[in-house]
């Protein structure tokens, strides 16, 4: 009996192995098409945050970047003292770089940056001042943070509020790369350097989101 309630078990085990398997192998089908479909967006409207949405929920699809230091000497010739609190070695010898630093870098290397005119950006979506005076002190540069924050003001727009977001990241690159470094110094000898000093790889993330 007992030799039976083993091969029950063990059935039971091989089914459900069985079906976790080409359930996900069906999951990454489906989430390569939802990528495919993602990237066509954001080549198309030239964004790097696309959002889709189902009547069970939604789905985003982004870039996302993993930056390595190369050089940590060049970096340092670069941003000077600044990179004492902004980076630490390991002891694998691996830099761990601060979050907003390591945004910045990221930022400057793909140019992914811009000055823009949040306020009127903000006016554009039908918020009054005091809405907008809110939204400024509450906007980080995220993607899905921000519109949560834009659309709970009552922010309006037709294309689902993708090219204001994008800009409105842009805008906070800007400001973060300008709390370390002079942006008018960015000239061409500077990245040639900062790309001898980093590398950042770009890949191309998808997220879903659901109650569970």
Do not use: P, W
């Amino acid at each position: 009996m007992e030799m039976l309630r083993s091969e029950s078990l063990i059935d039971k085990a091989i089914r459900l192995d069985k079906l976790i398997k080409n359930k996900k192998k069906e999951l990454d089908e489906v989430k390569a098409e939802l990528q495919s479909k993602g990237l066509q967006e954001l080549e198309n409207k030239n964004l790097k945050h696309v959002q889709m949405f189902s009547d069970d929920g939604s789905c985003e699809v982004l870039y996302k970047q993993k930056l390595e230091i190369e050089n940590v000497n060049t970096l340092k010739e670069i941003f000077g003292d600044v990179l004492d609190s902004k980076i630490s070695k390991k002891e694998e010898v691996k830099y761990e770089v601060e979050s907003k630093f390591k945004s910045s870098l990221i930022a400057i290397y793909m140019n992914d940056y811009k000055k823009h005119d949040v306020d009127a950006i903000l006016t554009t979506l039908g918020l009054d001042e005091n809405k907008r005076k809110l939204a400024m002190k509450k906007l980080k540069g995220e993607y899905i943070t921000d519109k949560k924050i834009l659309e709970s003001l009552g922010a309006v727009d037709s294309d689902g509020l993708e090219e204001e977001l994008d800009a409105i990241r842009e805008n906070k690159n800007y400001e973060n790369i300008s709390r370390y470094i002079n942006i008018e110094s960015i000239d061409n000898i500077f990245l040639e350097k900062l790309k001898r000093a980093i590398s950042v790889e770009d890949t191309l993330a998808l997220g879903l989101n659901y109650e569970k």
